[in-house]
């Protein structure tokens, strides 16, 4: 007789806890029983047999009469589509923007017109060099992508976390991102601007100096999304009802304040965890620990820009916060994450050309460029205009026009009439009163290919930013272009380089130079307009300066052993979530420890996987014969070291000595190690955490 149509013998076997039927060739089949719906194919048919394809006999040919076979491979050969050639590599959530006040007297942008209005919002998170695979904590500027969904369209603030930019003019963006991806003959290096074509096209490209400063500094490498400012970088205005404007610049501000990693940790964490930024964002918001940033803009006139120092259409340069102070007017509450990667995250389309009523460009000529670009890159990379109909993009307010057909239209015109003007009265019309309106800028001038003169000032804002620096910041710096610069083969290149550090800060020149062992200075730079020395520091430019004072949001891994004080434990971690922390056990099993008074610890890592790099601070609760174990254990070797190394705070038990002192840590050296003999030193090892490093550290350790 003929076999039924599915293969299976149908008889039961158990795989630890299935319950499953074992087919003809010994392979396994989950039935649907019950209320588990039944497996169809894309166009609904029930599927009887997901495990092999239809054949000839047993050991046949496969037929091309299987439809659920072909609509199976065919959909997963074309599941992946063009990554972004740019910003690859991110990561979105949702939530909402809340308006504190009414801004009615700048802009008639509806989400400005009342207060607590709540706005729907998705943020994409990014790097913009690597590709979407890369790992997270990449030196590297991050994209901070934003769009509202207000009452009247789409509005994207499509920024980055640093305020400036590369370059001043759009049309050299296919150059700065050739040079800084990987090399074209070799394809490598992936994710990283440590390489000579990178540093070739900087070199030659003095209006990069300001921008280099910021992406050498600890911006850079952020220790989390939730921890760095976002900026929309140019100039933009807002429209009032009269039309009157006023230039706008956006700034995002954590609340959780700002905060990144040494690079020496960041190097180490892209090995132990790729996905870290990723992580902490899905941690935070399963958590319910909702990240949170304030919208501040700078507010200005046509006479201030016509009286600063800078062109405020240059997007190389920024207006310090000293010189003009951002106003909140609300706050972006991320509080969901995407239910499908793929559906959200990927497919969502940022484009700066999306702005709402009441909010309009400047000439920016970098902005200009982007405007256009970014619609293009959506049609490529999505593969049809019709990627608004995609729930991600689509506007939340009713829209109503005239674009139909092409490739997977969702929604067409309704109706007999697609045209306007029309004599049946059917569809939507302009409106002049409500529609967008552009500022009516008066235009004159010769059509020419020329940068303005007015940009021509390449170094002082990047002195500027140099000096508004604390001591480890600039440090930080000079180590970071040592490193990139090292990776350069190309010795005229690193010359060059060390001739524009000259025209920001001889010191830093002298440093780098150094370390680089390029013995005879170059001569500064040709500058196109000597460089500034009046600049007042800007204090708003340094993460250090601005702390949080607060250890909230941050992470502290503890290192336990068999035979660890359970109770300690105990109030350590009630200490560190009072203080609106997270506490990660580490443990030479993953399993856990069974603690002195017989209870168990569960741990969340075994040591291989936990070490300290993922942590913002660490505390080892030990027993003596559990420290003197891991002291044989590399990975609790590097455990603390690297802890110390980073100048993380360290809390630890008496029992933990062996450990310290096989991973050549004095106990007594600074004030950040911190002896866990009493609750009173819990309070203290919390209250130095707030500080995040012990910064002085760093000359000790030489990083
Ligand atoms: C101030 C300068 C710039 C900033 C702040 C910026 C920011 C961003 C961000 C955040 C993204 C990622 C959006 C996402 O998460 O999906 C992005 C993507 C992109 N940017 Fe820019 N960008 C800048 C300059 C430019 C310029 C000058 C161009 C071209 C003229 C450009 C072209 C692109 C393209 C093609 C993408 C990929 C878009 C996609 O496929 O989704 N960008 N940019």
Same mark, same amino acid.
């Given at each position: ?511 780098? %130079?150094? $370390?680089?062992? *390029?013995?005879?200075? @170059?001569?500064?730079?040709?500058? #196109? /307009? !000597?460089?500034?020395?009046?600049? =007042? ?64 610890? %569960?741990? $969340?890592?075994? *040591?291989?996987?936990? @070490?300290?790099?993922?942590?913002? #601070? /660490? !505390?080892?609760?030990?027993?003596? =014969? ?78």
């Amino acid at each position: 007789m003929a076999k039924s149509a599915r293969q299976s013998s149908g008889t039961p076997a158990t795989i630890h806890d299935q319950k499953l039927e074992r087919g003809n060739g010994g392979e396994l089949h989950q039935i649907a029983e019950g209320d588990t719906p039944v497996l169809t194919t894309a166009q609904g048919v029930p599927v009887a047999d997901d495990q092999n394809t239809l054949k000839i006999g047993e050991r046949g040919p496969s037929l091309i009469e299987d439809f659920h076979f072909r609509e199976k491979i065919f959909h997963f050969d074309h599941e992946r589509i063009p990554e972004r050639v740019v910003h690859a590599r991110g990561y979105g959530a949702h939530g909402y923007f809340e308006t504190y006040e009414s801004l009615a007297k700048y802009t008639r942008a509806d989400i400005f017109q009342r207060a607590g209005e709540k706005t729907p919002a998705f943020v994409r998170f990014s790097t913009v060099a690597g590709s979407e695979g890369s790992a997270d904590l990449a030196r590297d500027v991050r994209g901070f992508a934003v769009k509202l969904y207000t009452k009247e369209g789409n509005w994207d603030i499509v920024g980055n976390n640093i305020p400036v930019f590369f370059i001043q003019d759009a049309i050299k963006f296919p150059d700065i991102i050739h040079s800084v991806k990987p090399e074209p003959d070799r394809g490598f290096p992936q994710a990283a601007s440590a390489h000579d074509t990178f540093w070739d096209f900087i070199s030659l490209t003095p209006e990069s100096m300001h921008m280099i400063m910021w992406v050498m500094s600890d911006r850079a490498i952020p220790r989390s999304f939730r921890f760095m400012e976002g900026f929309g970088v140019h100039t933009f205005r807002f429209l009032n009802a009269k039309d009157e404007s006023t230039f706008v610049k956006f700034h995002w501000k954590p609340k959780l304040g700002l905060q990144s990693v040494v690079w020496n940790e960041a190097l180490k964490i892209n090995g132990a965890d790729p996905d870290f930024h990723r992580r902490d964002l899905w941690d935070a918001i399963q958590s319910g620990n909702f990240p949170e940033w304030e919208l501040r803009v700078q507010l200005f006139d046509q006479d201030f820009a016509d009286s600063f120092d800078f062109d405020v259409l240059d997007p190389t340069k920024l207006i310090p916060e000293e010189v003009i102070a951002p106003i909140a007017l609300g706050r972006l509450v991320l509080d969901r994450m995407p239910d499908n990667l793929f559906a959200e995250t990927e497919q969502v389309a940022f484009m700066t050309q999306n702005v709402p009523p009441g909010v309009d460009f400047s000439n920016d000529p970098l902005l200009q460029g982007r405007n256009f670009s970014y619609l293009d890159t959506q049609i490529k990379r999505l593969g049809s205009t019709n990627f608004t109909h995609l729930p991600i993009n689509a506007p939340k307010c009713p829209f109503h026009h005239f674009q139909q057909d092409g490739h997977m239209a969702m929604r067409n015109p309704v109706g007999r009439v697609n045209y306007q003007p029309n004599s049946f009265g059917e569809g939507p019309r302009e409106s002049a009163q409500r529609g967008f309106r552009s500022f009516p800028e008066a235009m004159d001038g010769q059509k020419v290919r020329l940068r303005a003169a007015s940009f021509a000032d390449h170094y002082s804002q990047a002195r500027q930013f140099f000096n508004s620096q604390t001591a480890p910041e600039q440090k930080h710096i000079g180590m970071a272009l040592t490193f990139e610069l090292s990776k350069v083969e190309t010795s005229v290149i690193r010359e060059r380089m060390i001739s524009h550090l000259l025209n920001i800060d001889e010191g830093l020149a002298e440093t780098v %130079a150094d $370390k680089l062992g *390029i013995k005879e200075l @170059p001569k500064p730079a040709d500058a #196109a /307009v !000597a460089p500034r020395d009046d600049l =007042e520091p800007s204090p708003a430019l340094s993460i250090l300066a601005n702390g949080p004072d607060s250890f909230a949001g941050r992470k502290v891994g503890v290192l336990v052993s068999p035979g660890a004080d359970a109770s300690l434990l105990k109030k350590l971690r009630t200490a560190i979530e009072k203080e609106g922390a997270t506490v990660e056990v580490i443990a030479p099993k993953v399993g856990g420890v069974e603690a002195a008074d017989g209870t168990m610890i %569960a741990a $969340k890592h075994m *040591i291989d996987g936990g @070490p300290s790099v993922l942590f913002d #601070a /660490v !505390a080892l609760v030990l027993s003596e =014969e559990g420290a003197e174990r891991l002291a044989g254990e590399a990975a609790a070797r590097d455990f603390v070291a690297d802890a110390f190394a980073h100048c993380k705070f360290i809390a630890f038990t008496p029992g933990a000595a062996p450990l310290l002192r096989k991973a050549g840590v004095d106990p007594k050296a600074d004030e950040g190690l911190i002896g866990l003999g009493d609750a009173k030193a819990i309070a203290g090892f919390i209250e130095s955490c707030r500080k995040l490093r012990l910064w002085s550290r760093e000359t000790a350790v030489k990083l």
